[in-house]
């Protein structure tokens, strides 16, 4: 016989073989078959997916805490690097990293890595380094209230105004636009103030918003200062202002700086010498003007511009421009000496501000946006003979 046959009874009574026995058992079902269908190999690695992150800015000085939504990644294995350095894992989770960026020598545009499980994942340009500016001025600018009272010359068609600007980090401080020092006085210092280096940020528009509503802040010709007038309405007095932009060129996110702008309160006034009568005071000759001021809480400051017209017939004409930044205690002396002549019958048109300056963190670059909140004070004398 050429092979041996095996026989096995069934239910039914008939007899099989071995080898039927044997393609009856290849058919059955299973467990690996039972399964899923669309179950996937232990073994198979699945690749790291990017979804964002968020700031897209920081310091090239580090630290900048950035959540970056990743996954699916081995909180235990977890590495991420900006411009090839690498970042400190503040935490993680299967889908989600919270890292601090790195210091680095370098600035602009960098690809962000994320590697885990033997995979990577890269976001190409993701994260924007500006210059460090910590301590320094980054956004600098005024948001003011305006009292022309009795005013002897056309004054400007606006009752409230705000300009601001983006600047290179500095040490600027507004106040230094009107004198060198605090507490003191020049002649046409405006011509000779400190340079300042205006950055162009793309923007369309920014947002001044409070009590008052939302004021749009429209770009001028060069698209660096962004600001607006209105008359017939006034910033709330002892109110803060937030300050918003959209997103705009490469390194200007979206931006919200609550409580960035302080308006002083109201009442504040010049009430030595009498410039706002129906009449128009006379010094006498050769006279230093003696400012004195009251009302409403002391500010941080007090900024002062005295023109000096060639008449009042022809007060386009300004014949000498003396500015001051000085300390807000009640009074300040604007000396003679400081006048380039003195004509008889010539006007002097002097305006006085109590400023607060408002104080931010920029999420740029760690720099500090410094806004001033000015209630200016108008008012005018004649030289006498």
């Known amino acids: 016989m050429d092979r041996a046959l095996f026989l096995f009874p069934l239910l039914a ?32 690695v699945v690749p790291l997916r990017y979804a964002g992150l968020a700031p897209v800015v920081g310091s090239n000085g580090g630290a ?8 699916p990644v081995d909180p235990s294995d977890i590495s991420v690097t900006f411009g090839g350095v690498q970042a400190s894992v503040v935490s993680a989770t299967e889908d989600q990293v919270v890292v601090l960026t790195p210091a680095v020598a370098f600035n602009g545009s960098v690809d962000v890595v994320i590697a885990s499980r033997g995979e990577l994942a890269r976001a190409t340009e993701a994260f924007y380094y500006w210059p460090d500016g910590s301590g320094r001025t980054g956004l600098v600018g005024v948001v003011s209230n305006h009292d022309y009272g009795r005013p002897y010359i056309p004054p400007p068609e606006f009752d409230r105004s705000a300009s601001l600007v983006w600047i290179e980090p500095s040490s600027l401080r507004w106040w230094e636009l009107y004198a060198p020092t605090i507490d003191t006085c020049v002649r046409d210092y405006e011509r000779e103030g400190p340079r300042i280096n205006f950055i162009e940020p793309g923007l369309s528009a920014m947002t001044l918003s409070g009590p008052t509503g939302d004021h749009a802040l429209l770009p001028d010709s060069d698209g660096e200062f962004f600001g607006f007038y209105e008359s017939d309405a006034t910033f709330s007095y002892g109110a803060t202002y937030d300050v918003e932009q959209p997103e705009g060129a490469v390194g200007f996110p979206e931006l919200l700086l609550e409580d960035a702008v302080p308006i002083p309160e109201e009442g504040f006034e010049v009430f030595e010498p009498a410039m706002q009568n129906d009449t128009l005071a006379t010094l006498p000759p050769f006279s230093s003007i003696n400012l004195r001021w009251r009302g409403g809480e002391s500010g941080d400051y007090v900024l002062i511009r005295a023109r000096r017209y060639a008449s009042v ?10 500015t ?15 006048w380039s002549a003195w004509d008889p019958d010539e006007l002097i048109e002097i305006s006085v501000g ?27 004398l004649m030289q006498g003979n």
Not at 19 to 39: F, G, R
């Open 324 to 338: 001051c930044a000085v300390f807000d205690d009640g009074q300040h002396l604007i000396s003679n000496a400081l």
């Open 354 to 380: 109590r400023a607060i300056e408002g104080q931010v963190r920029l999420p740029t670059n760690n720099a500090e946006g410094r806004i001033y909140g000015i209630q200016w004070w108008y008012g005018a």
């Open 13 to 44: 009574g008939c007899w099989v073989t071995s080898e039927q026995v044997a393609a009856k058992v290849a058919d059955l079902p299973t467990e690996e078959t039972e399964s899923d269908p669309t179950s996937s190999d232990p073994t198979e």
């Open 313 to 322: 017939e022809s007060n386009s004409v300004v014949a000498d421009t003396i």
């Open 64 to 71: 900048t805490e950035v959540t970056i939504q990743v996954g």
